[in-house]
């Protein structure tokens, strides 16, 4: 017996750079120490007056079905925080609460391709992009950002991409892989070919909190764009609560409400007491969330300022997120090469470039989840490895 097509093609085919992480797990299970600087995973875990008001919520019976599309008050705050956020008119009727961002990726491809569809996104990318694209029975199209124009996508090639028929497109500001803000030129081309070719915009804004320069810009907030605009949050990366898998879509009224009707036959809602501490998490304020960013504000500057010492590694502009994307094609190596050799030579596991597509290839991210210490020593070994491959 096999599995469906759909199941067996959801991965592509060829190596997807993700062998080093997987050997950096193993050499800790053989007992080798190493600095892993792989995944976006704090260091630091939940706080624990979120655990207080999830276990009190659990205690006080939220233990039972909840609604299948989020529970009002949940969504009442949600709604709340995105119009204050952003400016634009938001409701509990345009928020649908997930189980996590990646649910939302599923939930807004789901929604907004019919099999076949091609479904463009912003090459380097998440990990899971192409395959969410796949499961849902679409065809992924990747649209390379030029590491020379610092991933800044072009909006002039997604409208080429465009042409030939797309359904959605799925874009990553605050970045991940690569830690680029998208800039307001960015995302107003951006929309305009959304408006242009009549096709969904997919806003993947889960490092919103994690703004080191510039201004986050919402395209659901540019005109035009709020009837064709899918966000998708989480409290993943804003809260450190990576495990509880909470998070939310806010969109057009119709569209939410036809992917509640998803919701209902697929995930069946989120657990309440995980809804009821979302609220407590919510309610604490900018201060409490600046908390949590700060770690890795302060990591991405001391990094920084140790690629700036030498002339062999270059930094692309980390504006956001947890990550820095170091260009390492000075040393002649790939990423997946020179990853390979810092974690056989110091230990040291970074993600290869080549793990988010093919623009990202002859680069690393490095993610900054580790004490200050640790990953400034770590990053010196990988910088020393750079000079002497170099040479």
Known sequence: MQVSN??????????????????????????????????????????????????????????????????????????????????????????????????????????????????????????????????????????????????????????????????SLLINSPNNPTGVVYSQGTMQGIAQTCRDHDIWLISDEVYDTQLWEGTHITPRALPGMDERTLVIGSLSKSHAMTGSRIGWIVGPEDAIQRMGDLLTN??????????????????????????????????????????????????????????IMLDIRATGLSGESFATKLLDTHHVAVMPGESFGEAAAGHLRVALTVADDRLVAAVAQLLDLARTCAL
């Not at 956020?85 to 929604?111: C, E, I, K, S, Y």
């Not at 697929?266 to 995980?274: L, Q, R, S």
């Not at 609220?279 to 690629?307: H, K, M, N, S, Y």
């Open 266 to 323: 697929t995930t069946y809602g989120v657990a309440g007491f995980v809804q009821e501490a979302a609220c407590f998490a919510l309610t604490q304020g900018a201060a409490f969330e600046a908390r949590i960013a700060e770690p890795f504000r302060r990591r991405r500057d001391l990094v920084l300022a140790q690629v700036a010492r030498q002339n062999v590694v270059r930094a692309i502009p980390a504006d956001g997120a947890m990550y």
């Open 6 to 167: 759909r199941v067996r093609g959801i991965i592509g085919d060829g190596s997807d750079g993700w062998d080093v992480y997987y050997r950096a797990r193993q050499m800790d299970a053989d007992g080798i120490n190493v600095t892993h600087l792989t995944i976006g995973e704090h260091d630091i875990r939940t706080d624990p007056t979120i655990l207080d008001a999830m276990h009190a919520a659990a205690l006080a019976g939220h233990t039972g079905y909840s609604m299948f599309n989020g529970n009002l008050n949940l969504r009442e705050i949600i709604a709340s925080r995105v119009a204050e956020r952003t400016g634009v008119a938001t409701t509990p009727d345009n928020v649908l609460v997930v189980p996590g961002g990646q649910a939302g990726l599923f939930a807004t491809h789901m929604a907004t391709c019919d099999p076949g569809d091609h479904a463009l996104f912003i090459d380097p990318y998440y990990a899971t992009y192409p395959g969410t694209i796949r499961s849902v029975g679409a065809i992924p199209v990747p649209i390379r950002a030029s590491a020379d124009h610092m991933f800044q996508p072009d909006p002039s090639d997604i409208a080429k991409a465009a042409k030939d028929g797309a359904a």
